[in-house]
Nanobody
Framework: QVQVVESGGGLVQPGGSLRLSCAAS???????EGWYRQTPGKQRELIAA??????TNYADSVKGRFTISRDNAKMVYLQMNSLKPEDTAVYYC?????????WGQGTQVTISS
């Protein structure tokens, strides 16, 4: 079975840092392509993406503060620095396989003083 699992969320103060991890498994071809976040009552939004070739792109709201990286196509990270209260959300990892979308269960990130 295909599985996508996020980890690393938690509670940090404004200005702090967290690193999220995403592990995809279940197929040789599955590839993690990005991170999204969602708050209650709002749509899930793309915050960071990485192509198969390693090109990255970011939402304007996190550009310069967040960095997406990977060990390989199935192990991807999101380094979050200079965190702000508005970064509080559930963060989701997104993977693709055979034209289908796969999502992790989400990990809660809370930034509060």
């Amino acid at each position: 079975q295909v599985q996508v699992v996020e980890s690393g969320g938690g509670l940090v103060q404004p200005g702090g840092s967290l690193r999220l991890s995403c592990a995809a498994s279940g197929s040789i071809f599955i590839r993690v392509e990005g991170w999204y976040r969602q708050t209650p009552g709002k749509q899930r939004e793309l915050i960071a993406a990485i192509t198969s070739g390693g090109t990255t792109n970011y939402a304007d709201s996190v550009k310069g503060r967040f960095t997406i990286s990977r060990d390989n196509a199935k192990m991807v990270y999101l380094q979050m620095n200079s965190l702000k209260p508005e970064d509080t959300a559930v963060y989701y990892c997104h993977a693709v396989l055979g034209g289908r979308d796969y999502w992790g269960q989400g990990t809660q990130v809370t930034i509060s003083s």
